[in-house]
């Protein structure tokens, strides 16, 4: 079936660049997700790419995709102490009416001081 | 705009008790979905509503149960309550099925 894997955890310094890396299974995904989770909250959309896309760039935010090979990565630029959450990749598979929506396990993101 | 709004943030059950949670998605969004957070699961689909009716369905059993109103407020229930039920549940909105908006969940604890 559908998985989406992520590493579990990851810490950077303040001001040094983070890469998060994700590998889905559905090669019919459409769209492919970055939430953020900060404790006690819901989870934030972050950016998105469709399938057709190499990558994405908003702001501090980078998005790789490489379809071949099924991977997907989130890069934040200067990262600072407020992007310590969790991150979540998430792929949209399914036709028009059936969409499903598969989350990886999340990364921890520690920015260090 | 006012965000998706989730009701109540907070709270505790006893195993075998019922409960409803509550979703108001943002204006104008039809969909409504739900999901489990737990540590041990991660993020798990529940099911989506849409017009008031369930378009899409998880795998969970028959005690998780859910409706959309007209006005696309949807609520969430749960017969039965087991100790795994605890978790965080999340309802999600969207206007079209490129972007989920999510509120900010209800905790649910199960003694």
């Known amino acids: 079936g559908e998985d989406v894997e992520q590493s579990l955890f990851l810490s950077v310094r303040e001001g040094d660049s983070s890469v998060i890396n994700c590998t889905y299974t559905?090669?019919?995904?459409?769209?492919l997700y970055w939430y953020k989770q900060e404790p006690g909250a819901g989870l934030q959309l972050l950016t998105y790419?469709?399938?057709?896309?190499d990558m994405k760039q908003d702001q501090r935010l980078t998005v790789l995709l490489n379809k071949k090979d099924k991977h997907l990565s989130l890069r934040i630029a200067d990262t600072q102490t407020g992007d310590s959450a969790i991150y979540f990749c998430?792929?949209?598979?399914?036709?028009?009416?059936?969409?499903?929506?598969?989350f990886g396990t999340g990364t921890r993101l520690k920015v260090l001081a | 705009k006012a965000g998706v709004t989730q009701t109540p943030r907070y709270l505790i059950k006893t195993r075998g008790q019922q409960v409803t949670l509550s979703c108001s998605p943002i204006?104008?969004?039809?969909?409504v979905s739900w999901y489990q957070q737990t540590p041990g699961q991660g993020l798990q689909f529940l099911f989506e509503?849409?017009?008031?009716?369930?378009?899409n369905k998880g795998n969970f059993p028959g005690r998780f149960s859910g409706r959309q109103f007209s006005n696309s407020r949807s609520e969430m229930n749960v017969s039965t309550l087991e100790l795994g039920d605890s978790a965080l549940y999340l309802c999600?909105?969207?206007?079209?099925?490129?972007?989920?908006?999510f509120g900010p969940g209800t905790r649910l604890t199960v003694l």
């Open positions: 999600a909105s969207s206007l079209d099925a490129n972007e989920q908006f």
């Open positions: 559905d090669s019919s995904s459409t769209y």
């Open positions: 790419i469709f399938s057709n896309m």
């Open positions: 998430a792929e949209r598979g399914g036709s028009s009416g059936t969409y499903k929506y598969i």
């Open positions: 204006s104008g969004h039809r969909s």
């Open positions: 509503y849409f017009s008031e009716t369930q378009r």
